[in-house]
């Protein structure tokens, strides 16, 4: 049964940094197609950053600059590395994976199985 267990959200003032890690387990990081998403209150579901099989990254445009994704496949997790956040990325922040392996840009959240719950992240002005 695979499991994918966020952590690492909370508040912080813009201009300051965050880091989130997801935890998998029953699944295996390395070698992955996995990403981050986000949901603000009334929005869609975004990606915010992926990373495929191969190490592809991927970045959404609002953070590209400012937010890193990696994998530690020693502790077989998906972490998100915030910096510069603004207010815009207020956010539910969901970690997600493909029960398949891809390359190259794999960003629409109907095309990942397997879903954490979710962490929330709120930036203040």
């Known amino acids: 049964q695979v499991q994918l267990e966020e952590s690492g959200g909370g508040s912080a003032q813009a201009g300051g940094s965050l880091r989130l890690s997801c935890a998998a387990s029953?699944?295996?990081?390395?070698?992955?197609?996995m990403g981050w998403f986000r949901q603000a209150p009334e929005k869609e579901r975004e990606a915010v950053a992926t990373?495929?099989?191969?190490?592809?990254?991927n970045y959404a445009d609002s953070v590209k600059g400012r937010f890193t994704i990696s994998k530690d496949n020693a502790k077989n997790t998906l972490d998100l590395q915030m910096n510069n956040v603004k207010p815009e990325d207020t956010a539910m922040y969901y970690c997600?994976?493909?029960?398949?392996?891809?390359?190259?840009?794999?960003?629409?959240?109907?095309?990942?199985?397997?879903w954490g719950q979710g962490t929330q992240v709120s930036v203040s002005s």
């Open positions: 990373v495929d099989s191969d190490g592809g990254l």
């Open positions: 029953g699944y295996t990081v390395s070698g992955s197609c």
């Open positions: 997600a994976a493909r029960s398949r392996a891809c390359v190259g840009a794999f960003m629409a959240p109907i095309e990942y199985n397997y």
